[in-house]
Every structure is written in C-alpha cells, then in structure tokens.
C-alpha cells in the first residue's frame, strides 16, 4: 500500500526559509513522481513541483521557480521540497503525492499525503 508522510510545515516570516519532507512507504521511489501541491484558504488545490527520482528530473510553476528545490534520496524513500525567500502568498496546506511513472498532468496523482501547514507572516 502506497502511503505518504508530510512534515516540516510551520510559521515562518517573509523571506524565511523552511524545509518539507515527505516520507513514502509501501513502493519504491524510482518508479514513481512525486509531487508537491498547495491548497489556500479560498483557492483551488495547486501543483507547485514535481520530482522524478528516477532521472532527477524537477518541474516548478513559475511563482516558485528559483526559490523552491525539490530533492530526493532514494535510500529514504523520502522527497523534500526546500522553500527559501517565502512569501506571504505561499502561505497554504502543503501535500506530497505519489504517481507512477509516467507521469504527464496533475491530474494523474492518485495517492496522497496528509497536509502540512506553512503560514508566512508579513
């Protein structure tokens, strides 16, 4: 059974930095993507990076490109996502998901984590 584990959420002020993991059992990490999503009060669930361990392939939107890094270790089975220079705007419920590669939409995520909640102060 596929399952998920986030950490690392907390209250950070803008400009801040924190470090998410995601702790995955059940399947082996090479063989999946792992992707990284946010939900906002009031707003839609977003994508906001995905991981290939496989090949070490990464994808970011453009509101967090050059300031979130996603990275793996295999021997873990774990996923981070570190978030640098934080904004007010990134404060949500961060998820880990899991898809088997191939991977080719958001949509394809099928098993998920709990959320971790990040809170950015002004």
């Known amino acids: 059974e596929v399952q998920l584990q986030a950490s690392g959420g907390g209250l950070v002020q803008a400009g801040g930095s924190l470090r998410l993991s995601c702790a995955g059992s059940?399947?082996?990490?090479?063989?999946?993507?792992i992707g990284w999503f946010r939900q906002a009060p009031g707003k839609e669930r977003e994508g906001v990076s995905l991981?290939?361990?496989?090949?070490?392939?990464?994808y970011y939107v453009d509101s967090v490109k050059g300031r979130f890094t996603a990275s793996s270790d295999s021997a873990k089975n774990t996923v981070y996502l570190q978030m640098n220079s934080l904004k007010p705007e990134d404060t949500a419920v961060y998820y880990c998901?899991?898809?088997?590669?191939?991977?080719?939409?958001?949509?394809?995520?099928?098993?998920w984590g709990q959320g971790t909640q990040v809170t950015v102060s002004s």
């Open positions: 991981i290939s361990s496989a090949d070490g392939s990464t």
């Open positions: 059940g399947f082996l990490l090479d063989d999946y993507a």
């Open positions: 998901a899991a898809d088997r590669l191939p991977t080719t939409s958001w949509d394809d995520f099928g098993f």
